[in-house]
T-cell receptor
């Protein structure tokens, strides 16, 4: 079965410190991987994706994520957190073997990031 | 990024009434649209997927007669919650993709801002 795990319900970081939001996945084939961010009472905004190629992908607002096939992980990172980064972050996967590029996204349960001044 | 407009952002209705939520892709053609429901502090639950001009495909456990989805054009999909009850109160989010070659990045789903439905 396809699944996405975000093991932390909440991550607390001091402003200026690096942040990591963890994501692991389980799919039958090679994955398409995504990170989205959701601000209160808003829809999801696309941050970045891994489709193929370089394992380190860079996205919006200074975020980046590294695809690690052996660990089936796609952790979200940022070198220096901002208070404005505080939001809910969702990892999502699409299985190439299940609908290919047209398959549905499977979302993790989300991780709340709190950045304190 | 691509813009998906969802309206209304918030609606309060009486039990038994029907509510329509609109989802529009403003600067691209959405060959596929998705409707999600999000419970407090929970992830997104996919309700249904619709392709333009076709009937929606509903996820298991989602009542198609309760949640009517129309995707009549490449820029508009609607979700109608019929005979709403308090248990239908939730945050509903639409999403769209352009799966055509040469269109928007077909790997990315773009999301609306969501509709907060409160049924009294």
């Amino acid at each position: 079965a396809q699944s996405v795990a975000q093991p932390e319900d909440q991550v607390n970081v001091a402003e200026g410190n690096p942040l990591t939001v963890k994501c692991t996945y389980s799919v039958s084939g090679n994955p398409y991987l995504f990170w989205y961010v959701q601000y209160p009472n808003r829809g999801l905004q696309f941050l970045l994706k891994y489709i193929t190629g370089d394992n380190l992908v860079k996205g919006s607002y200074g975020f980046e994520a590294e695809f690690n096939k052996s660990q089936t992980s796609f952790h979200l990172k940022k070198p220096s957190a901002l208070v404005s980064d505080s939001a809910l972050y969702f990892c999502a996967v699409r299985d190439r073997n299940y609908g290919g590029s047209q398959g549905n996204l499977i979302f993790g349960k989300g991780t709340k990031l709190s950045v304190k001044p | 990024g691509a813009v998906v407009s969802q309206h209304p952002s918030r609606v309060i209705c009486k039990s038994g009434t029907s509510v329509k939520i609109e989802c529009r892709s403003l600067d691209f053609q959405a060959t596929t649209m998705f409707w999600y429901r999000q419970f407090p502090k929970k992830s997104l639950m996919l309700m249904a997927t619709s392709n333009e001009g076709s009937k929606a495909t509903y996820e298991q456990g989602v009542e198609k007669d309760k949640f009517l989805i129309n995707h009549a054009s490449l820029t508009l999909s609607t979700l109608t919650v019929t005979s709403a009850h308090p248990e239908d109160s939730s945050f509903y989010i639409c999403s769209a993709r352009d799966l055509r070659s040469g269109g928007r990045d077909k790997n990315i789903q773009y999301f609306g801002a969501g509709t907060r439905l409160s049924v009294l």
